[in-house]
């Protein structure tokens, strides 16, 4: 994986950009330590960050090809999963290869079939390609978003990067926030809308989505969605063709030049891609596989089950790690570490985040990229295949509203009586949801039930999905660590998507058909385990910690938290007066802790990032 940014101007010669473009650059230095590069001509400047995984030697980026009189050059972060076939098909048409990267056969790709070669690829990928003749930028985003993309105008300037901050380290991009950006992080986050970059006229590219930008402006269109259609399959045959689908996908994301690993949890998910990997490790005489798991300090003193959480992981780990005879590695937190990362994590993602769910997978991504470069993760199989309680629970299912983050009147709340006026969250959040739902791809004549059933796998899909991979990327990427996720693979998500619910929830278990595929490939104790979510602490003191840094952001008047919120009542919340925020505000664990944590991040945010609010 790697970090790319560039600028397009058509009325500046970016010949002499380099300190600029060298700044933006800069930013993305962890997600690709490895290398760096840079292309300048008058009109386009373009930058790299590399993280070296197939091809260290001839995978070198910016990559310029000539065909013709038309020079073509690119940066690129992502993997394509389907290089050799690829990579026959441009041969037989007369494409020749100086090296194997998939970053040249991408670029072979565009020079040969133009914008639809994104419709050939199997992978996740964020590019941009400059063609010198043709004066234009096409860039590109993954069917499912995996990789990121923002981009922003600003008069006669395209800027574009991987991450807010490359956009932020150029003098024309400011980080202003108006109304609608602090309804995004009040009523939304630590979710976005998509395609919003939260920032002032900054936007992210949408999932499936590819631009063009040109003389002519900016275009930007869809070259994949969901399509709604009957499925044919017998419960048989459905079964089989989703565990070849999966099988497939880990197999050509095992492929890499680096050491490869999986996250290890002991639940369904992540027990499924760790036994197939370790078979093909097996199979293909390549040694035994490493697998990480992640506890915290006294989680077996404190850990308290309940719906969302039913059982710690523990246990289940060691039964897979077991199974597998997997070289696994054991990595544990501490309270101090976990609040201490919650800066370095906000700094990861440019934004306040999922708390101390995001600094323990940042903790966690470093720990492993002592040992690997490329791990594997079970992630996206609960939205793809139905996991989360609400896909289940009725009121869930008829909340008319993000079924994840329920609680709009409560953070509304928070906000200043003045910010309250001018910043209607409710209002806005249920706007966004309703966007969404006209969004969804309808089959016509479906059961209402089924249909309702269909909005909420797409809900999860658009909005909790990118979340969590957003969450993945940022603090994997912050450590130079590439984390692949097999469960994303749009020919799974396609296929899954048709698949009735009867079939989905086989048996009235939370991802029935996923259980129904994987009989007889891990024990019978793990197929039948409950579904548990990735771990947070339990621990009273991370309450503590947290309760303490926003007291002190409370009790100096030069916070600039104090000019957005409503201070009587995040100090009620501290003193445990009241209810506020004992279920969860956002996902299964975000409560209490996690919102104090989030006002931290969100304060220091306002600070690190200079953060301008523009409210009329």
């Known amino acids: 994986m790697c970090g790319i940014t560039g600028w397009i101007d058509r009325e500046i010669d970016l010949s002499g950009a380099r300190i600029i473009l060298e700044q933006m650059t800069a930013t993305l230095t962890n997600r690709g330590p490895d290398a760096e590069g840079y292309w300048y001509s008058s009109r386009a400047a373009l930058g790299h960050r590399r993280l070296s995984v197939v091809d260290p030697e001839g995978g070198a980026q910016p990559m310029i090809r000539q065909q013709g009189d038309c020079t073509y050059v690119i940066v690129y972060n992502g993997e394509l999963y389907n290089t050799p076939e690829l990579r026959r098909e441009l041969e037989v048409r007369g494409h020749r290869f100086r090296g194997h990267s998939d970053t040249e056969v991408l670029l072979a790709s565009y020079i040969e079939w133009g914008g639809q070669c994104v419709e050939r690829f199997n992978g996740i990928f964020a590019f941009g390609i400059w063609s010198e003749s043709a004066q234009s930028l096409f860039m590109a985003r993954d069917r499912m978003g995996v990789k990121p993309l923002f981009f922003a105008r600003r008069g006669s300037a395209f800027i574009f990067g991987s991450e807010l901050k490359a956009l932020l380290a150029h003098p024309l991009v400011k980080p202003e926030v108006n109304e609608e950006g602090l309804a995004e992080i009040f009523g939304l986050g630590p979710a976005r809308t998509p395609g919003q970059g939260v920032f002032k006229d900054v936007q992210e590219l949408r999932p499936g989505y590819r631009l063009l930008y040109n003389d002519q402006g900016v275009h930007i269109s869809r070259y994949w969605n969901l399509v709604s259609e009957p499925h044919r399959d017998d419960l048989h045959t459905t079964v089989h063709r989703v565990r070849e689908l999966l099988e497939d996908s880990i197999s050509r994301q095992l492929v890499a030049d680096v050491p490869v690993c999986t996250l290890l949890s002991g639940g369904l998910d992540s027990s499924a891609l760790s036994t197939f990997a370790s078979l093909a490790y097996k199979k293909n005489r390549m040694g035994s596989l490493h697998t990480y798991s992640i506890d915290y300090v006294d989680n077996d003193r404190y850990f308290k089950a309940s719906a969302f959480q039913p059982n710690a992981d523990a246990p289940w780990v060691k039964v897979m790690s077991d199974f597998l005879g997997s070289q696994h590695h054991y990595f544990t937190v501490d309270t101090p570490m976990l609040v201490e990362a919650l800066k370095t994590a906000l700094l990861a993602r440019d934004l306040p985040g999922m708390a101390d769910v ?22 996206c199989a609960d ?19 993000f079924p994840w983050s329920q609680a709009t009147r409560e953070r509304a709340d928070l906000l200043s009586p003045e910010l309250r006026r001018a910043v209607p969250l409710e209002e806005y959040v249920a706007a966004r949801y309703r966007e969404t739902i006209e969004e969804v791809p309808r089959l016509p004549g479906e059961d209402p039930l089924e249909a309702r059933r269909r909005e909420m796998f797409y809900l999860n899909i658009v909005w909790f999905m990118q979340t969590l991979l957003d969450r993945k990327d940022r603090m994997s990427m912050a450590t130079g660590l590439e984390v692949r996720v097999p469960f994303c693979d749009h020919r799974l998500v396609e296929y899954v998507w048709n698949v009735p619910w009867s079939i989905k929830s086989f048996n009235d278990r939370e991802k029935g058909l996923l259980r129904l595929a994987l009989a007889g490939v891990l024990p019978e104790e793990v197929l039948e385990r409950r579904k548990s979510p990735y771990p947070k602490t339990h621990n009273p003191a991370y309450l503590s ?18 000019e957005l919120i409503d201070i009587s009542t995040v100090r009620s919340m501290l003193q445990g007066e009241g209810d506020h925020f004992a279920r969860p505000w956002f996902g299964q664990l975000m409560t209490g802790p996690q919102l104090f944590a989030y006002l931290y991040q969100l304060n220091h945010w306002l600070n690190e990032y200079h953060v301008s609010i523009k409210v009329d």
């Open 383 to 401: 939205e793809v295949f139905g996991g989360y309680p609400w896909f289940h629970q009725e009121d869930a299912l008829n909340a008319n509203t």
């Open 358 to 379: 995001d600094s323990s997978l940042y903790l966690f991504c470093r720990e492993i990229k002592k040992g690997a470069t490329v791990a594997l993760s079970g992630e």
């Open 545 to 562: 910690a947290v309760k303490t840094l926003l007291q002190d952001i409370l009790d100096d008047p030069s916070s600039p938290l104090l």
